[in-house]
């Protein structure tokens, strides 16, 4: 269990604490909802989660086969429904991997970190209302 505690500081903008950290996060609505956009919107944390924890438990699969995966990359992008209710329609995630990984992971690797991204807590946990698409490069 985890305690994160959110404080609504006006103009549309919350603060948000990690209680066994004590790091804070400021979001804000974005442009395109009467926001000013100047920080990560909720649903932007959304997209974020789902990027850092695919990277997060590929690490941890890399770790067990003494495999280094810093430098790897994750860019999320994420589009919001145009029609009511207002949600995340799509977040299309694209993995790149440092030459020097792609090199020194052999291919029955590369797909055990891939299944570990496509299986993160993150990802699962997204209804199938949210159409997730994943790509990697292993350049």
Not at 21 to 38: L, M
Not at 43 to 70: K, P, S
Not at 112 to 125: F, G, M, Q, T
Not at 128 to 137: I, P, R
Request: aromatic share 4%.
């Amino acid at each position: 269990m985890v305690d994160l505690y959110l404080k609504y500081t006006g103009d549309l903008r919350c603060e948000a604490l990690h209680g066994p950290s004590q790091s804070h996060i400021v979001t804000d609505a974005p442009v395109d909802n009467h926001g000013r956009g100047q920080a990560f919107s909720p649903t932007d944390l959304v997209g974020t989660a789902l990027g850092a924890c695919m990277l997060t438990v590929m690490g941890i699969a890399a770790q067990a086969h003494r495999i280094e995966l810093t430098g790897t990359t994750a860019h999320v992008v994420k589009e919001m429904t145009q029609q009511r209710p207002r949600r995340i329609a799509r977040l299309t995630v694209k993995l790149s991997f440092p030459s020097e990984v792609s090199q020194l992971t052999p291919e029955s690797i590369r797909h055990e970190l891939e299944a570990a991204a496509e299986n993160c807590p993150v990802r699962l946990s997204l209804s199938d209302a949210v159409h997730v698409s994943v790509g990697f490069d292993w350049q």
